[in-house]
């Protein structure tokens, strides 16, 4: 009776032991919860009229969220907990940040119809990250469908709404009232429909950088970089309307591929 009887006690003491894991192993959950931190703080800034640090903390929760599973592939330190953890987060930082952040700023003032934007654009987003994690696990997709998003992915979801913000701080003169509040509620909604649309959007994963123009591509990086830190506003509100633009570029380009690859097209996956 002594190894079952010591068992017991193991269960009965704190339940069962957990094996020693390698800080590798860590570091891609620690930069998850960072994230959530920052889009939990955004909010709490919003909550405080503090809105461009609020708007900087939700872009820096993006941020955070978009390199934890790139580290943890380069650190070979993936994990069904930190999937599990990278989900969760995905929520915080891309569905509910983005929506109070801008409910506080602006679509409050629309009344009920602001709070049904801010809700249709938070559980779109969930809805969208649910849908990205059922077709990753699709095994019978075709390779270069896998090149395509199949909506708007959440990331740039969070970063397109928050546009009434970015306009805001330029001091164009746009106040926030009751007009610019109906304006912005609709732009939430079209938006959410954007998240949970089979609009097909090129991803560039596959995209090869050739030898000799590396250095230029580093540049182009860096500079864009810079007008982010040094112009924010301008330069956010140019890659939003950039995003815009793209997307029926992309519809055009996955539709030519599909009649190269002698498949046809559902209209339901071009609009």
Same mark, same amino acid.
């Given at each position: 009776m002594g190894a079952p009887f010591k068992k017991f006690e193991a269960h009965a003491s704190g339940g069962p032991r957990i094996r020693e894991i390698p800080m590798r192993m860590v570091l891609p959950n620690l930069v998850t919860v960072l994230a959530i931190c920052a889009g939990l703080s955004g909010i709490r800034f919003a909550f405080e009229n503090r809105f461009e640090i609020a708007v900087v903390m939700v872009l820096l929760a993006a941020f955070l969220d978009g390199i934890d599973g790139r580290l943890a592939r380069m650190l070979k330190a993936t994990s069904k907990f930190g999937a599990q953890m990278d989900s969760l987060a995905d929520i915080v930082n891309f569905g509910v940040a983005p929506a109070l952040v801008l409910y506080a700023f602006l679509l409050d003032r629309a009344g009920s119809p602001g709070w049904i934007a801010a809700l249709l654009f938070t559980i779109a987003c969930g809805m969208r990250l649910a849908r990205f994690n059922v077709l990753a696990d699709d095994a019978e997709q075709p390779a270069w469908q896998t090149e395509y998003f199949v909506g708007v992915p959440a990331p740039a979801g969070a970063v397109l709404v928050m546009? !009434?913000? +970015?306009? +805001? #701080?330029? *001091?164009?003169?746009?106040? !926030?009232? *009751? !007009?610019?509040? #109906?304006?912005?509620?609709g732009f939430t909604v079209l938006v959410a429909f954007l998240l949970v649309s089979r609009l097909p959007v090129y991803s560039g994963k596959s995209v090869k950088v050739p030898g000799d123009r590396v250095l230029p591509v580093i540049l182009g990086v860096v500079l864009y970089i810079l007008l982010l830190m040094t112009y924010p506003w301008y330069t956010l509100t140019a890659s939003v309307a950039g995003y815009l633009l793209f997307l029926p570029l992309s519809v055009r380009a996955y539709s030519k591929r599909a009649m190269r690859e002698g498949e046809k097209v559902p209209p339901s996956d071009i609009g």
């Open positions: 546009l !009434p913000l +970015y306009l +805001y #701080f330029l *001091r164009l003169g746009l106040e !926030p009232g *009751r !007009p610019a509040a #109906f304006v912005a509620t």
